[in-house]
C-alpha cells in the first residue's frame, strides 16, 4: 500500500547538536510539505516543496533546512540555530490536482536536551 | 489570503451526546474544504471533503456540509463515542493550482463515558 513514512518515530537529541528527520512517500506525489505542531497547538508550516530540487519557506523556516533531490524524499534538518526544537513535526504530501487533501505521515516527536 | 475560523476548544461531551464543531472560512474563488482528525501521538487523517458548495461530506457518522452563502463548513455527530475523542481539524485549498491547505487552528474534543 503506498503511504508517507517519517522515521524515527522518537528522537532524542542533546542541545547544539543537529538533526535530521526523514519523510519518504511512496505515492507519486509532487508537493512535500514540514509541520510544526507544538502541545495544544495549531501546525505550522515549516518548508514545502512543490517540484523536486525546488522548494520554499514557509511561515517558521528560520533554524530549519530542507532538500528535495529526489520525489520521494524530503527530509529536515533542524539546525542548532533553532532555539526551541523540541515538538511534534509532521510530514504531508499531496498531488495538484484540485479536491484533493494531504497524506500525512505518522509523526517525529523531537525532544532536546 | 485564505483563512480558516474553527471553534476553540476543549469541548467535552458525555457519550451521545451531539456534537458540532464550528468553522468559517475566507477564500477567494471556489475552495475545496476539509475535515481532518488528529488522535493522540499521531498523525492526521482525513475525516471527510467537500469540494463545491452544497457538497455534503460523510464519513464515520460525522458529516458536514459546503455552504457558500455563510463560508462554513461545521462538523457534527449525532451521537458521538468515547473513541472520538481527537483533535479535528478544518482546513480548505484554494481554487487554481495551488497546492498548499489552509488550517484551522484545531479543536480538542474529549467524550466521557
Known amino acids: 500500500d503506498g503511504g508517507i513514512t517519517q522515521s524515527p518515530k522518537y528522537l532524542f537529541r542533546k542541545e547544539g547538536q543537529n538533526v535530521t528527520l526523514s519523510c519518504e512517500q511512496n505515492?507519486?506525489?509532487?508537493?512535500m510539505y514540514w509541520y510544526r505542531q507544538d502541545p495544544g497547538q495549531g501546525l505550522r508550516l515549516i518548508y514545502y516543496?512543490?517540484?523536486?530540487?525546488?522548494?520554499q519557506k514557509g511561515d517558521i523556516a528560520e533554524g530549519y533546512s530542507v532538500s528535495r533531490e529526489k520525489k520521494e524524499s524530503f527530509p529536515l534538518t533542524v539546525t542548532s540555530a533553532q532555539k526551541n526544537p523540541t515538538a511534534f513535526y509532521l510530514c504531508a504530501s499531496s498531488i495538484g490536482e484540485q479536491g484533493r487533501g494531504y497524506t500525512f505521515g505518522s509523526g517525529t516527536r523531537l525532544t532536546v536536551v | 489570503g485564505d483563512s480558516v475560523t474553527q471553534m476553540e476548544g476543549p469541548v467535552t461531551l458525555s457519550e451521545e451526546a451531539f456534537l458540532t464543531i464550528n468553522c468559517t472560512y475566507t477564500?477567494?474563488?471556489?475552495?475545496?474544504l476539509f475535515w481532518y482528525v488528529q488522535y493522540p501521538g499521531e498523525g492526521l487523517q482525513l475525516l471527510l471533503k467537500a469540494t463545491k458548495a452544497d457538497d455534503k461530506g460523510s464519513n464515520k457518522g460525522f458529516e458536514a456540509t459546503y455552504r457558500k452563502e455563510t463560508t462554513s463548513f461545521h462538523l457534527e455527530k449525532g451521537s458521538v463515542q468515547v473513541s472520538d475523542s481527537a483533535v479535528y481539524f478544518c482546513?480548505?485549498?484554494?481554487?487554481?493550482?495551488?497546492?498548499?491547505?489552509?488550517f484551522g487552528k484545531g479543536t480538542l474534543l474529549t467524550v466521557n463515558p
Open positions: 477564500a477567494t474563488g471556489y475552495p475545496s
Open positions: 516543496s512543490q517540484i523536486v530540487n525546488d522548494f
Open positions: 482546513a480548505l485549498r484554494g481554487g487554481g493550482s495551488n497546492y498548499k491547505l489552509t
Open positions: 505515492l507519486n506525489h509532487d508537493a
